[in-house]
């Protein structure tokens, strides 16, 4: 995928051009329908998404806590925590997202892996997490 598009989705926009590069080759893209349910309470998270286009709802116990956009993540506080997720996201319109796994993120450099998750602590911090990790 082409790195450009990585860096604009606000995760991937402060690593070097280097670290985009290497991410995208491990980047896939998807498409996805409206109504498609893209995570479930109480899965593992195995994959980090960032929504390049379209929109989703979260879900908790059927309740919306959060609609989502382009730029915004779903997943990432799965790289840090490990814990099963707390809620659904269902796509609202038809999505092209970019798609993550930990494997993929496992097989950067030690320096990759720290800064992106230094990002995510940082986001975390100022209140900017996933709803749904």
Same mark, same amino acid.
Do not use: C
């Given at each position: 995928?082409?790195?450009?598009?990585?860096?604009?989705?606000?995760?991937?926009?402060?690593?070097?051009?280097?670290?985009?590069?290497?991410?995208?080759?491990?980047?896939?893209?998807?498409?996805?329908?409206?109504?498609?349910?893209?995570?479930?309470?109480?899965?593992?998270?195995?994959?980090?998404?960032?929504?390049?286009?379209?929109?989703?709802?979260?879900?908790? !116990?059927?309740?919306?806590?959060?609609?989502?956009?382009?730029? !915004?993540?779903?997943?990432?506080?799965?790289?840090?925590?490990?814990?099963?997720?707390?809620?659904?996201?269902?796509?609202?319109?038809?999505?092209?997202?970019?798609?993550?796994?930990?494997?993929?993120?496992?097989?950067?450099?030690?320096?990759?892996?720290?800064?992106?998750?230094?990002?995510?602590?940082?986001?975390?911090?100022?209140?900017?997490? !996933?709803?749904?990790?």
């Amino acid at each position: 995928m082409d790195e450009n598009r990585l860096k604009a989705i606000p995760l991937f926009s402060q690593l070097s051009d280097a670290e985009a590069h290497r991410l995208s080759a491990f980047a896939t893209e998807t498409s996805l329908a409206e109504g498609q349910i893209m995570m479930k309470q109480g899965d593992y998270s195995t994959e980090l998404i960032a929504i390049e286009e379209g929109t989703a709802d979260v879900l908790r !116990d059927g309740q919306r806590i959060a609609s989502l956009g382009p730029g !915004d993540l779903i997943g990432e506080m799965g790289l840090l925590s490990r814990e099963p997720r707390n809620a659904d996201v269902v796509a609202t319109s038809p999505m092209r997202v970019i798609k993550l796994t930990h494997w993929e993120i496992r097989r950067m450099s030690e320096d990759t892996i720290e800064r992106i998750q230094q990002i995510i602590r940082e986001r975390q911090q100022a209140g900017v997490g !996933d709803p749904a990790h």
